[in-house]
Nanobody
């Protein structure tokens, strides 16, 4: 059983930094996987932000490239999303998800097998 729990969300001013974490129970036991971060703003569809797979391959949305960094700490089985230079338009609920296959591009929400409950990120002045 895979269980994902996000943390690290909060309220920051534009230009600020947040680091999201996603702790797991179970996904790291699989030899091939894709771990992703998605976000969903009110009234909008859930969109991919970044993902990383079991071989270290990474994909980023155009809006996240050069500002966000996705990583995995294999010692603690924790997925991270470092978000710098945050903008008002980054405001959303952020979710981590796991797909029990390697990543194939940024992908779609329907590709992923397990989801966390989300952590809210609010960027405002």
């Amino acid at each position: 059983q895979v269980r994902l729990v996000e943390s690290g969300g909060g309220s920051v001013q534009p230009g600020g930094t947040l680091r999201l974490a996603c702790s797991d129970s179970g996904w790291h036991a699989f030899s091939s996987y894709c771990m992703g971060w998605f976000r969903q703003a009110p009234g909008k569809e859930r969109e991919g932000v970044a993902n990383i797979d079991s071989l270290g391959g990474r994909n980023y949305a155009a809006s996240a490239k050069d500002r966000f960094t996705i990583s995995i700490d294999n010692a603690t089985n924790t997925l991270y999303l470092e978000m710098n230079s945050l903008k008002v338009e980054d405001t959303a609920m952020y979710y981590c998800a796991v797909r029990l296959k390697r990543c194939s591009g940024l992908g779609y929400p329907s590709w992923y097998d397990y989801w966390g409950q989300g952590t809210q990120v609010t960027v405002s002045s």
